[in-house]
């Protein structure tokens, strides 16, 4: 099997498939913003759009690992954000602990697992078949 490194630079790629699994590189917020909520939304609205890049989506996610800059101010509201953003019955196998962060303004990191869908294998493989 191949390895697809997705968006690579010199240190990490933002995701890599291989096989039908598929890995996110920790994901932090682009912006300033000073809220847990706020942060979150934005950190899960790129893990989304890395998921569907790959033909994946949060249905499919395996497992997740979150840090937090400050647990004890900060779980209960990323666990709403969390629980508005996952379908029920999808949550995945999951870790949250409290981390110093490589830049002080973010807050919150998601690193994550998850296999492709179904029907998005499918239709690689079909494309890969001989005529």
Known sequence: MTII???PQPR???SVEYGNL???SGQTPKSNEEEITLQTREVLEKIDALLAEAGSDKRHILSAQIWLKNIERDFAAFNEAWVEWMPDGHSP???AVQAEMARPEIL???MLTA???Q???EKK???MRPF
């Open 5 to 7: 490194r997705n968006h």
């Open 125 to 127: 493989k079909a494309a």
């Open 93 to 95: 196998a999951r870790a």
């Open 22 to 24: 598929l890995f996110l």
């Open 12 to 14: 990490l790629s933002a």
């Open 108 to 110: 919150v990191e998601i």
């Open 119 to 121: 029907d998005s294998t």
């Open 115 to 117: 296999v492709k869908a």
